[in-house]
């Protein structure tokens, strides 16, 4: 491959191996610094000997691969602040139920839930203590008091929890996601246990938070609809907490949700509108260099109020470096260029390798540079008009080609669509852009027009309406798709073997393209014969009873869920997923169930279980029932028992300590998760 030849390229590579190896292998410091001093030694030496030898060696390459998989491997254990003496879980008992006084510092704000405002914080001190380390505060609502802001510093009394893990199969993964954040604990409190600490300290977060604020409340006379608002925060300021869940899911389905997130589209605009009033500063002397120097301040200083997410990290660094090359008349390889640009972004952010808008974004961006001069081939049109709409669809499909695999492995799904919902939004996204930075500079400066905000809400208006139109088209969105990370990878491999093929057809690539199709029919076969041929599973639900039972490749479940409850709930449906299973059968729930060779019998408030020569292997309790379980362990000696959502904690406190005392194995689904069945 000649991607390859590039050194940076193998450099990168090299680096994420490292990373992915310090991720998942808690290596000692001491040993990653020995060897990784070693090698520096032996890379230097070999260095100097193959610089005097005629006949070049592996050795050089090979030590400097190694190298840099260890600089990987160093920064995936540096950047985790668990991993030093004073991060503040060294100083949690193993029981986690002591309470501590903590001094915290607001970090950011995230979307609030139903009951809570939520935020993460930078833990300051435990009791008197100076400690490190980041947390999630839950914050219960009380519509009194004002929210919390970025740098406030706040002394409370509480327990620190840690994030519970999905309790059904197939959830989203909760705890693993805040791992990756290097966030192991929440705190849960209410607001009046909060005390404020005066301090004129402030952090970069805190000076951006500030600007928003202040851009915000410059923007408010303006009477902005709350839709066109949360738009504004999202595509200009890259805050998405304000957006409606239902704008959310209109954007999602029709493809454009990329729109809302600041990313290389954004920046790449911005550039180009930067450039062009930057231009006069080149007739300068050392107008280019300043110029230059700039740009790069400009958007970074935009990623900084923009709040440093991935993606607006990704396209800063990577177009930073485009603009370096472009006005200092240095000839640079788009591919060189993302290298350098992932190189970087993971030596200071090694876990980005895991968010799903770097991955996203790097893949799409990939997708463009490697298909669109292919297709830009296939047609040239003679006029403006069908000049752009060809580039937007050549464009969009590269773009939608290199990110579809992982889009159908985390969302499960696959807007139809998406060509007609960039065909009419993205041609246009560069005059909203522009035409937003005016808004908010000229309502900073106290001189913005009223027609203009107006034209500017109305145009926010018509895209939400578009975007909700093709939304609406269900026809045309394809849900419920099954995908695992074997399907990854069959996938980009058929996509670069097709690609290859239609670029130059030969022998040789059609070769290469039935070994793709052939190892992807292998890995779907795979997936199928190692997915649970009989499963029963009690699933976890608060307040309800969920059962389900696949024989095969069929799904029946029974609950005692509302319809209303039915239709929302995901439970099912992300098993469904999982297992590629498909639209599962209904049924009541029964008293007994027999699972193979073994036997489950249901108790529910009536208590009734007066079934004479029937010994149950399991016992679910549910919906509370009024038992004496020493007489029914005494009675039918069952072999586990387990107690789903649908009882009282009292009742499931009872009933686990009965069961330790008689040394029976307890279930209970809202500490240990569905309890699952192979049978």
């Not at 190694?66 to 060294?90: D, E, R, W």
């Not at 929890?161 to 989203?172: A, C, E, K, T």
């Not at 290859?500 to 040789?508: D, H």
């Amino acid at each position: 491959m000649k991607l390859l030849n590039f050194t940076i390229i193998k450099l990168t590579i090299c680096l994420v191996i490292g990373i992915l190896i310090g991720y998942f292998y808690n290596i000692p410091l001491h040993f990653i610094l020995y060897v990784l001093s070693s090698l520096i030694i032996v890379l230097t030496t070999s260095y100097f000997f193959s610089k005097k030898q005629f006949i070049k060696t592996i050795w050089f390459g090979l030590f400097a691969f190694l190298t840099m998989c260890f600089i990987g491997v160093l920064t995936a254990q540096l950047h985790n602040k668990k991993n030093y003496s004073n991060h503040y879980s060294k100083f949690i008992s193993s029981q986690n139920d002591s309470i501590k006084t903590i001094t915290f510092r607001i970090r950011d704000v995230l979307k609030p839930s139903q009951f809570y405002d939520k935020y993460i914080i930078d833990v300051l001190k435990e009791d008197e203590i100076y400690v490190s380390g980041k947390s999630i505060l839950n914050v219960e609502k009380d519509s009194l008091k004002n929210e919390l802001s970025v740098d406030d510093v706040f002394i409370t009394k509480t327990i620190f929890r840690d994030v519970i893990p999905p309790l059904n199969p197939s959830q989203f993964n909760y705890k693993n996601y805040l791992e990756k954040q290097y966030i192991y604990h929440q705190l849960f409190i209410e607001n009046n246990a909060l005390f404020e600490v005066k301090t004129d300290q402030q952090t970069l977060f805190g000076i951006a938070n500030k600007i928003r604020d202040y851009i915000n409340l410059k923007l408010k006379p303006y009477n902005f609809k709350p839709d066109e608002l949360a738009i504004i925060n999202a595509i200009l300021l890259g805050q998405r907490q304000d957006i409606s869940e239902e704008v959310y899911s209109n954007y999602t389905n029709a493809g454009a949700i990329h729109i809302l997130a600041i990313s290389g589209l954004h920046i790449g605009i911005i550039l180009m509108i930067l450039s062009f009033i930057l231009k006069p500063f080149e007739r300068l002397r050392h107008g280019i260099f300043i110029k230059t120097l700039l740009l790069i301040i400009i958007l970074w200083s935009f990623a900084i109020i923009a709040g440093l997410s991935a993606s607006v990290t990704r396209a800063v660094t990577m177009f930073s470096i485009v603009a370096i090359g472009m006005n200092l008349k240095r000839p640079t390889n788009i591919y060189n260029t993302l290298a350098i640009s992932i190189f970087i972004l993971l030596l200071f952010k090694p876990l980005f390798l895991f968010d799903v808008g770097f991955q996203l974004s790097y893949m799409a961006v990939f997708g463009i540079v490697s298909i669109d001069p292919h297709l830009k081939t296939l047609w040239k049109p003679k006029y403006y008009i069908t000049k752009k709409i060809w580039e937007t669809i050549r464009i969009t499909f590269a773009a939608q080609l290199g990110i579809l695999p992982i889009s159908l492995y985390y969302f499960h799904q696959f807007p139809g669509l998406f060509f007609l919902s960039n065909l009419l939004i993205v041609p246009f996204l560069g005059i909203i852009l522009g035409l937003g930075i005016l808004v908010i500079l000229l309502a900073a400066l106290n001189s913005l027009p009223n027609i203009l905000a107006l034209s500017f809400g109305y145009a926010i208006s018509v895209m939400n309406a578009i975007i909700e139109w093709v939304a609406q088209q269900q026809h045309f969105l394809f849900k419920n798709i099954s995908f695992n990370v074997l399907s990854i990878i069959a996938s980009y491999l058929l996509i670069f073997t097709l690609v290859r093929f239609c670029i130059n057809r030969n022998y040789k690539r059609l070769i290469f393209l039935f070994i793709s199709i052939i190892i992807g029919q292998s890995l779907f076969i795979y997936s199928k014969f190692e997915s649970p041929k009989n499963q029963f599973l009690v699933f976890h639900k608060n307040r309800f009873t969920l059962l389900g039972n696949k024989s095969h490749d069929k799904m029946i479940f029974a609950s005692n869920f509302d319809s209303l409850l039915e239709k929302k709930d995901k439970i099912i449906t992300n098993y469904l997923i999982e297992n590629n299973l498909k639209k599962p059968q209904k049924d009541s729930l029964q008293s007994i169930y027999i699972l193979g060779n073994k036997k489950l019998l249901v108790i529910d408030s009536l208590g009734v279980f007066n079934i004479k020569s029937f010994k149950p292997d399991f016992i679910l309790l549910r919906n509370s029932p009024k038992i004496n379980l020493n007489r029914i362990i005494d009675s039918l000696h069952p072999s586990v028992i387990i107690a789903d959502g649908s009882n009282y904690k009292t009742y499931t406190e009872r009933w686990k300590s009965t069961s330790k005392k008689r040394k029976i194995p307890f279930h209970l689904t809202s500490e240990k998760g569905a309890f699952i069945m192979d049978y």
